[in-house]
C-alpha cells in the first residue's frame, strides 16, 4: 500500500509543469488566552488574477504542513489549526492542466485518492480545525474547508461553488459525501447539481452561511481578524455552534428524485456526471464517510477517463483562454480610441446595445430612429433598465444619473452621429435597409468612425459595397439577450481594413464579449449551423415524421431547449429569413418549409402552446402542417440531423470562414449556450464517429477534447 507522500509524488512525475502551491504554517496567539494556534495560509505566490490550485505538488506541500500541525496537536502544543488564503482567494480546486494529461486509470484514482488522504487528516487532528474562506473557494478549495470542524465566511467573498459535474466531474474529496451530511441531502443538490447545470451559478458569502456551510459570516475587512476573536471562542466553550438535525428518512430520498429530475431536465441522460453525483449522495444517507470517499474515488477515476470531463475541460479552457485571444485579431496598437458611439434604430435589439455600450463603455451613447416617438421609447428603456439596477443595488444613484446623462435621443443623424466614433446600425435584415442607412451614416460621421452592422445573416461586403469608404465597415453580431449570451460575431468584409478589425476587437473586449472573427459567409457561424441543424428536424417533420419524435430525437445531445422552443424564442419569421437567405446562398443543402412558411404566415408565434405549463402541439399548428408519409425512428433522425451538421461545419472550415473548429465550438458554447460537457459541438461528433463517416476524418487531433492515446 503506497503512503500519500508515494501517491503524491507519483502524480508529480507527470504534471512537471504545475502552478505548486505552498502551505505556509504560522502560530499565533488567539484572543482571550485561549491558547496556540497554527494557521495554515495556502498561497502559489501569485496576485488574485492566478488563483490557487491543487496539483499533486501542491496537495503534499499541504500534507507536510499537516505532519507538522498533527506533530504540535499531539504534543499538546497547540489548541486548534486553521487554512486560509491568500488575498481574494481562498483555492479554487484541483489543477485542471494535470487532469488532461493522465492517461490512465489508476493515475486518475491516484488524484482522487490524493486528495482525500490529505484532506481527511484535518478531520482526525487531536485539536478542533477552522477553514476560514477569506475569497473565492471552488471544488477542492470547497472540500478541504468541509473536511474541518468549523468554517467561518467573508461576507465579501464573491464566487464559492462545487463546479465539478458543469465540467463532467464529481466534487470527488469529499463534496458529494460531507455535504449533505453537513446541510442536509436538498441543500446539497441545490449546490452540488443545480447551480452547476445552471451555468456554473456561483453563491456569495451570506448564501454560504445561509446554507449553513459556515458557521459565521463576517465582514471582508477585517474578516481573519473576526474569524480568530470567534474562533478563541468557540475553544473556550463561550460559543456553541449548533447545527440543525439532517433529515435522513423520506426528505433525503425525496431530495435524490429532485436532482434525478433537474438533470434528466438539463442533460437528459447524455452526460454521466451529475448521476454518478446523485448515486454518491443517495449512498452517504448513513454517514458512512468512508464508503463514500472510496465512491468518489471511484467515480473521479472513471470520469476522468471519460470523453465528457474532456470535453468539458476542452470548452473551458475555449472560454477561458481562446475566447480572451481571438484567433486572427489585428494588432491591438492599431484601434483606435472610441469616446462616443451612435446607434440607428431605437427598437428593444437597438435599446439593448445602447444599454451595454452606455454600462461598459461608460461614454455618450446616441440614439436615432424614424420619428420621435421610437426615440422617446428607446431612450425610456435604457433609462428603466437603469433603474431596475438601481433598485437591485448593482449601481449607485451617482452611477445611474451619470449613465443616465449619456444616453440621448436625436432624429436628425447629422446632429446625432458628427463626433461619434463608432455608429452600430439594427435596423430591419433588408440589404437596400442597411446600405441606405450606411450611406446617410456615411456623409455625417467623421471619416475615422466604424460603421459596424449588427447583422445576422446578410453581406457585410454587400452592405459596404456603395460607399466611398467601405473599409471602415465591420460586422458586428450580437446574440440575444444581450445582456446574458456573450458571444459577438465580428465579420470581416472583403475591404474591412486591419485598423477598423482591431477598433472592433478593442470595443468587443470593453464590452466584456467574446469575440470570434468569422469571414464574411452567409449567416457567419451560429446562425448558419442552428439553420442546417433546426432545417433537417425541420425536413423530417414535412416528409412526415411526427413533431415529438423530431424533438425527442435530439435530447441525447443535451442542449438547453429542444429545437421548436429555441425557434420560439428566435421566432418563427426570423427563422425563415434566415432559412431562405441561406438557401438563396446553398440551394442544395438549406431548405426553406412550406411548413414553417405556413405558420409565420398564420402569425404564429411558434408551435407549442404552454397552457399546460409544458409545451404542447398548438392544434391550430398541427392543422395548418402538411406531412408525407415517411416516418423515421429517433435514431434515424438524429443521424440525419448530426451528419448535416457535420456536413456543414467540415465545409466552413473548407471555406476558411472560422480559423479552426475550435472556433465553431467556441460560438456554439458562448452564442447558444451549447452544453460544455459536448465541448461545444465538433467533440461530440468525433466522439460518437459522426466526423469520419460524413466528411473522413476528424475535426480534432486525438487527445484535444478527448483521452490521449
Same mark, same amino acid.
Given at each position: ?5 508515494? /501517491? ?8 512537471? $509543469? ?46 507536510? *504542513?499537516?505532519?507538522?500541525?498533527? !506533530?504540535?496537536?499531539? !504534543? ?32 486518475? /484514482? ?75 441531502? =436538498? ?181 436615432? =430612429? ?41 432624429? $436628425? ?25 450606411? !450611406? ?58 486591419? *485598423? ?81 437567405? /441561406?438557401?438563396?446562398?446553398?440551394? $442544395? ?96 461528433? =468525433? ?23
Amino acid at each position: 500500500m503506497s503512503t500519500t507522500a508515494e /501517491l503524491l509524488k507519483g502524480a508529480a512525475e507527470l504534471f512537471p $509543469d504545475e502552478v505548486v502551491t505552498q502551505a505556509h504554517v504560522r502560530h499565533l496567539d488567539l484572543p482571550y488566552g485561549a491558547g496556540r494556534f497554527a494557521l495554515i495560509t495556502l498561497d502559489n505566490g501569485f496576485d488574485h488574477t492566478k488563483p490557487t490550485t491543487f496539483g499533486p505538488a501542491s496537495l503534499a506541500n499541504l500534507n507536510t *504542513a499537516v505532519d507538522q500541525v498533527e !506533530a504540535e496537536a499531539a !504534543a499538546g502544543d497547540i489548541v486548534g489549526a486553521g487554512v486560509t488564503g491568500k488575498p481574494f482567494i481562498f483555492a479554487v480546486g484541483a489543477d485542471l492542466k494535470g487532469v488532461e494529461l493522465l492517461t490512465e486509470h489508476q493515475d486518475a /484514482l491516484a488524484i482522487g485518492k490524493g486528495g482525500h488522504e490529505v484532506f481527511k487528516r484535518l478531520a482526525g487532528l487531536a485539536v478542533p480545525t477552522f477553514a476560514y474562506y477569506n475569497g473565492a473557494a471552488m471544488g477542492g478549495g470547497v472540500e478541504v474547508g468541509l473536511h474541518c470542524t468549523y468554517r467561518t465566511v467573508s461576507q465579501a467573498l464573491p464566487a464559492f461553488s462545487l463546479p465539478e459535474v458543469f465540467l463532467g466531474l464529481v466534487p470527488g474529496w469529499g463534496g458529494c459525501t460531507i455535504l449533505p451530511n453537513l446541510i442536509g441531502a =436538498d441543500r446539497a443538490v441545490s449546490v452540488i447539481i443545480e447551480n452547476s447545470l445552471n451555468q456554473n451559478k456561483q453563491l456569495k458569502g451570506r448564501q454560504v452561511f445561509e446554507l449553513g456551510i459556515a458557521d459565521a459570516l463576517f465582514e471582508g475587512a477585517d474578516f481573519l481578524e473576526q474569524s480568530l476573536i470567534w474562533t478563541a471562542r468557540v475553544l473556550k466553550g463561550d460559543i456553541a455552534v449548533e447545527r440543525p438535525v439532517v433529515d435522513r428518512g423520506e426528505g433525503w430520498d425525496q431530495a435524490v428524485a429532485r436532482g434525478r429530475f433537474l438533470a434528466d431536465s438539463k442533460v437528459h441522460g447524455a452526460a454521466p456526471a451529475a448521476y454518478r453525483a446523485l448515486d454518491i449522495i443517495a449512498a452517504a444517507k448513513d454517514g458512512d464517510l468512508q464508503r463514500g470517499f472510496d465512491a468518489e474515488d471511484r467515480a473521479l477515476a472513471d470520469l476522468i477517463m471519460g470523453g465528457e470531463l474532456r470535453s468539458g475541460i476542452y470548452a473551458f479552457n475555449l472560454v477561458q483562454k481562446r475566447g480572451k485571444r481571438p484567433a486572427g485579431a489585428p494588432d491591438k496598437s492599431l484601434a483606435r480610441p472610441v469616446t462616443k458611439v451612435g446607434v440607428v434604430g431605437a427598437g428593444l435589439m437597438a435599446s439593448q446595445l445602447a444599454l451595454l455600450f452606455l454600462r461598459r463603455l461608460e461614454v455618450p451613447v446616441v440614439l436615432t =430612429d424614424i420619428d420621435q416617438e421610437r426615440v422617446d421609447k428607446g431612450v425610456g428603456y435604457v433609462h428603466a433598465e437603469i433603474d431596475k439596477l438601481l433598485g437591485k443595488g448593482r449601481i449607485g444613484q451617482d452611477r445611474a444619473n451619470r449613465l443616465k446623462a449619456l444616453v440621448t435621443g436625436v432624429l $436628425d443623424k447629422a446632429e446625432g452621429f458628427a463626433d461619434a466614433d463608432f455608429v452600430i446600425e439594427a435596423v430591419f435584415e433588408e440589404i437596400g435597409v442597411k446600405q441606405q442607412v450606411f !450611406a446617410e451614416v456615411e456623409a455625417v460621421a467623421p471619416a475615422h468612425a466604424i460603421l459596424a452592422t449588427n447583422t445576422s445573416s446578410l453581406s457585410v461586403t454587400e452592405m459596404a459595397s456603395k460607399l466611398k469608404n467601405p473599409e471602415r465597415v465591420v460586422g458586428f453580431h450580437f446574440f440575444n439577450p444581450v445582456a446574458i449570451l456573450p458571444l459577438l460575431e465580428i465579420v470581416r468584409g472583403e475591404q474591412t481594413d486591419d *485598423a477598423s478589425l482591431a477598433t472592433a476587437f478593442a470595443v468587443a473586449r470593453k464590452l466584456k464579449k467574446t469575440a470570434v472573427l468569422t469571414k464574411d459567409a452567409p449567416a457567419f457561424v451560429v446562425n448558419r449551423i442552428l439553420t442546417r441543424f433546426m432545417g433537417e428536424i425541420q425536413n423530417v417533420i414535412d416528409e412526415g415524421t411526427p413533431v415529438e419524435v423530431a424533438e425527442k430525437a435530439v435530447e441525447p445531445l443535451g442542449l438547453p431547449m429542444s429545437p421548436l422552443v429555441l425557434l420560439e424564442l428566435v421566432g418563427p419569421a426570423i427563422g425563415l429569413h434566415v432559412s431562405e437567405t /441561406l438557401n438563396r446562398a446553398f440551394p $442544395d443543402r438549406f431548405t426553406v418549409s412550406p411548413n414553417l412558411a405556413a405558420v409565420v404566415k398564420a402569425g404564429k408565434r411558434g408551435f407549442y402552446v404552454h397552457d399546460s405549463g409544458k409545451p404542447e402541439l398548438d392544434p391550430e399548428v398541427a392543422a395548418l402542417l402538411k406531412q408525407g408519409d415517411a416516418v423515421l425512428t429517433e435514431e434515424q433522425v438524429r443521424d440525419r440531423v448530426l451528419d448535416a451538421v457535420a456536413q456543414e461545419i467540415g465545409l466552413m472550415l473548407d471555406e476558411g470562414v472560422v480559423a479552426e473548429a475550435q472556433d465553431i465550438d467556441l460560438c456554439l458554447i458562448t452564442g447558444a449556450g451549447w452544453p460544455f460537457h459536448l465541448g461545444g459541438i465538433t467533440p461530440y461528433l =468525433d466522439r460518437e464517429g459522426v466526423s469520419e463517416r460524413v466528411n473522413g476524418r476528424r475535426f480534432l487531433a486525438p487527445g484535444v477534447a478527448s483521452v490521449p492515446a
